[in-house]
Structures are given as structure tokens and as C-alpha cells.
């Protein structure tokens, strides 16, 4: 688990200024989740077989014996949230939520095991439309952050639940004969989840998959004219993707469209964002049968990428905007008073004022990466001081300071 430092903070809130623009514009609505669930629920959900709840979760038991379960992802506990309050029966809902999740995995750079995701859940929409919107809001996201060129669209369908089981049996009919050749985890996944065998990172397991049972071979045909719709709409909208027929998710609720958002920016190939639909997991968890899609964006990992691509401007990216502080002694309590009137006067600009000693005073506003530096003395009663530019000096009137910094940030920014 690791901090997040002040330099760091600013394009976290960055990205997540973003996504709540987008998806406000999208009409979709926030819901607050809480970090704890009951066992229980994900193991219901996501699958005991799954490596999830094999060998990740952070489970304890509280002080009434009930095992509990710091969440390992996100749409369990939205499902669980909108059954519990009567949002989703015979309703249409479109929700997002942001957070931190936990699990027991080896760190690496961009995941920990605390880690952060954006999670965008929709409920009560069967078509193939609502997967494509999912698709076409995540495709502006990442033009709007401008990163989009730097990732890739992987498109998959899994089929509904029979055809799923059929394939299932074929692929370990297919790899009973390579068993003591699979890696580890794929020896241990061969009976319990054999789909996630495809997306094995081991170079021989890969190799044996080339003459491996194909899904597609065993979608029924609701599935497949439900693929063939979502990819006619984004083919209409211009958005770019790659047939992956071996991209399952790591998680059992998933069927029909799987999709991931992948990059290369950051060595090795990556996922940013994944989703797809769910529309067994409501009543899987209780309730009325409700069709469900969803996805979730990795905040570590997208960061990273909006840092090693510079996909912010500098301005943003700084931590200030403004340094305040006086020429010579005995002026601090006018300061504090003409720092306020500038606050008021500059909304929405980052003022920070000088409270120390009144030495390497340019030195200190540089070190905290402020764009502009006003340096206030008194003469005859009244204030004025120097605005530093782009280390060029202008003096100035107690009068003409807000207007002078409104220009200058203008053209800073």
C-alpha cells in the first residue's frame, strides 16, 4: 500500500475532474460505497474458483463472528447497494462510483494492494446499445485526457451461461493431454476456472492454445447477433478495436460483450479499463433478473500513464499559482488582509501566502512551483509591489494587483 504525495495528487485530480465531466455529461449518477462487505457477497459473485477469492482477499472476522471482506472490486457491493434500496427492478440506472480496493497480490509498478478504482455500472438495459455507450463514453475519456492514441479497444462475447458451459467442457477435454505442460496457475485453473487458462501469460501455455476449441464456435445466436450490433455501432462511430477471441475477464459473473482497454506506453502490455456484462449477477445475488454491464478503470495505472505521456498541462500539473509575501518587515498583517482580497477577487486561483522569514524569498515560491510571485512593500502609507513573470518584474499599484494577476494567468493558461 502506498501514499499518494502532494506532486502525485494533482493528476489524480486530473483524471478524476475528467471522468466526472464525462460521465455527468452522459447523464450518469454517482453512488458512495462502503469499503467493507459481508464475505459472502463475493464469493457468490465473483466465483470461489476464481484467484480473487482463492488467494487475494483481506477477510477477517469482526467481534460478532461475521466474516467480513475489505471489497476486492466494485459492482458487487453497487449490486448489492441497488437491491437493498429498490434501485433496480423494472429500472433503468446508470451509476458510477470511485474508491479504493484490496488485494493480496504482488505489487508491482501501477498496482498495489490497496489500489483505486472508477467503476461505471448500468442496469435494466438488455441491448447492445447501452455496451456500446460504455465503450463510446470511455473512448472520450481518454480523448478528452489525451492519451487515446496510446490504447487499444479488445473486443470479445462469451456467449450466455450454456454456451459458456459447453465450451468449458471442450477446452479441458483439449488440454487434459498438455496438463503436466501448463504453468502453474493454468494446472490449478484447468478444472475449476479453465476460460481464464486463455489469457495465461506463459509463452508454452500460449502455444498450446493454438489449435485449442474456439468460443465463437459455440455462441448461441442471440450472443452473436448482439456482438454483431455492437460492433456495427461502434463501426459508425468510428471507434477502432481488435477481435481478441481469447480475452475472458478474470471474474465468473461476466457473459456476452467483454471488452479491456490495453497499453504499450508502459513496457509491457497493460490494461487501464475493463468491462463488459453481467446479466446473470443480480439474481445470481437475490434478486429479479435485471440485464447489467459495467466497467472499471485502474486510477494507479492511468496515471501513470497520463505521467509518463506529460498528458497534462503544466499549469495543472503545478500545485500553485500564485506566492504572496512582503519586501521587509512589519507588513504581515496587511498581507493576510490583501491575500483574503485577493482570494475574493481571483476565484479559483491557488494563492499561497509567505509566513516565514524573508530570505530566498523567489527561492521558496520556486521550490513550490508557483507561476506567479508578487513581492508587496509599503511607500508613504500605501501598498505596491512587483509581480514576477516568467522571472520578468512588473511594479504595480495596491490597485491594479488583482486585474494584473487575471491577465497573467490568462495567458499562463
Not at 460505497?33 to 488467494?55: C, M, N, Q, W
Not at 465463437?216 to 477502432?240: M, P, T
Not at 457473459?255 to 479491456?260: A, G, K, L, Y
Not at 518587515?329 to 522569514?357: D, F, M, N, W, Y
Request: hydrophobic share 40%; charged share 25%; with cysteine.
Amino acid at each position: 500500500m502506498n501514499d499518494v504525495l502532494p506532486q502525485d495528487a494533482r493528476w489524480w485530480q486530473f483524471l478524476e475532474s475528467k471522468v466526472k465531466q464525462v460521465l455527468d455529461a452522459y447523464g450518469y449518477n454517482e453512488i458512495r460505497l462502503p469499503i467493507v462487505e459481508y464475505t459472502h457477497l463475493f464469493k457468490r459473485s465473483i466465483g470461489e474458483a476464481t484467484d480473487v477469492v482463492e488467494k487475494e482477499m483481506y477477510t477477517f472476522e469482526d467481534r460478532n463472528n461475521e466474516s467480513l471482506t475489505l471489497r476486492p472490486e466494485g459492482t458487487a457491493g453497487c449490486v448489492r447497494a441497488g437491491e437493498e434500496h429498490g434501485l433496480l427492478f423494472n429500472q433503468n440506472q446508470r451509476l458510477w462510483y470511485q474508491g479504493p480496493m484490496f488485494r493480496y497480490e504482488k505489487p508491482q509498478k501501477g498496482r498495489y494492494r490497496q489500489f483505486h478504482q472508477i467503476g461505471v455500472e448500468t442496469f435494466g438495459m438488455a441491448g447492445a446499445d447501452v455496451d456500446a455507450e460504455l465503450i463510446l463514453l470511455t473512448a472520450r475519456l481518454w480523448r478528452e485526457l489525451g492519451i487515446l492514441p496510446h490504447l487499444e479497444l479488445q473486443l470479445n462475447s462469451l456467449g450466455d451461461i450454456d454456451a459458456r458451459q459447453q465450451y468449458r467442457q471442450a477446452l479441458i477435454d483439449y488440454l487434459l493431454p498438455y496438463q503436466a505442460e501448463l504453468d502453474e496457475d493454468s494446472q490449478r485453473r484447468l478444472h475449476t476456472n479453465p476460460l481464464r487458462v486463455l489469457d495465461s501469460k506463459d509463452p508454452h501455455t500460449q502455444s498450446l492454445l493454438v489449435d485449442a476449441p474456439k468460443l465463437q464456435d459455440f455462441l448461441d445466436e442471440e450472443s452473436k447477433q448482439h456482438f454483431a450490433e455492437l460492433c456495427a455501432i461502434l463501426d459508425a462511430n468510428g471507434v477502432r478495436y481488435t477481435l481478441n477471441n481469447r480475452l475472458v475477464r478474470g471474474l465468473d459473473y461476466y457473459n456476452r460483450t467483454v471488452f479491456e482497454w490495453v497499453t504499450t506506453a508502459l513496457g509491457a502490455q497493460g490494461t487501464v479499463c475493463g468491462g463488459g456484462r453481467y446479466d446473470g449477477l443480480v439474481s445470481q445475488l437475490g434478486g429479479k433478473p435485471t440485464p447489467a454491464s459495467g466497467f472499471a478503470m485502474g486510477v494507479e495505472r492511468l496515471v501513470l500513464l497520463l505521467q509518463t505521456l506529460a498528458a497534462m498541462p503544466a499549469q495543472q500539473a503545478s500545485l500553485l499559482d500564485l506566492y504572496v509575501a512582503a519586501e521587509h518587515k512589519g507588513l504581515q498583517s496587511r498581507l493576510v488582509a490583501l491575500t483574503e482580497q485577493l482570494r475574493s477577487a481571483l476565484p479559483g486561483v491557488r494563492i499561497r501566502l509567505h509566513c516565514a522569514g524573508l530570505k530566498n524569498i523567489n527561492t521558496k515560491a520556486q521550490q513550490v512551483g508557483a507561476a506567479l510571485v508578487l513581492l508587496v512593500k509599503e511607500q508613504d502609507g500605501a501598498l505596491n509591489g512587483t509581480l514576477w513573470v516568467d522571472g520578468q518584474p512588473q511594479t504595480l499599484a495596491e490597485a491594479d494587483f488583482a486585474d494584473a494577476i487575471r491577465q497573467a494567468m490568462a495567458k499562463l493558461n
